[in-house]
């Protein structure tokens, strides 16, 4: 695990908050001049600590007003059978996020639809005909209560 000081977590803060935050801006907040500044931010990248840069999009403002989690269970959980039903999962793109869990179920799965027909389609045509499957659950997302785009630092 990287050594991170506290300059090091309030350019991460910051960055999560705003990715297209200029340099200037951010050495100005951390306290340091952009060269120092832009040699941190390098090695935070280089060691793998941020790892991309992303625009947050509104779902609904793009036409897919339906979020819905599904919750799996799997028939065999040997490797290569998960692999599997991964790889099929992985082809669907209304699913945007996949979670090995433990508990109840194995995985939970968050897809995000334009409208019922297309709900329909990802549970009774894609999701029926990925390998593994031995039972679903689902469930609408009526209003996201906390949505933190970033992790605590």
């Not at 692999?83 to 082809?91: D, K, L, Q, S, T």
Request: hydrophobic content about 45%.
């Amino acid at each position: 695990m990287p050594d991170l000081d506290e300059a090091d977590l309030t350019i991460l803060r910051n960055l999560q908050l705003d990715g297209r935050m200029t340099l200037a801006n951010l050495a100005a907040k951390v306290g340091l001049s952009s060269t120092p500044c832009w040699r941190r931010v390098k090695r935070l990248e280089d060691e793998g600590v941020i790892t991309g840069y992303v625009a947050t999009v509104d779902p609904t403002k793009v036409g897919l007003g339906v979020e819905v989690v599904i919750h799996v269970r799997l028939d065999k959980h040997v490797h290569s059978a998960i692999g599997e039903f991964v790889a099929a999962i992985r082809r669907i793109p209304a699913i945007v996020q996949c979670f090995s869990m433990t508990g109840d179920h194995d995985v939970l799965i968050r897809g995000l639809v334009p409208d019922l027909a297309a709900l329909n389609r990802l549970l009774m045509t894609d999701l029926a005909e990925a390998p593994g499957i031995r039972q679903m659950s689902s469930s609408f997302v009526l209003e996201r209560l906390v949505d933190h785009k970033g992790i605590p630092l």
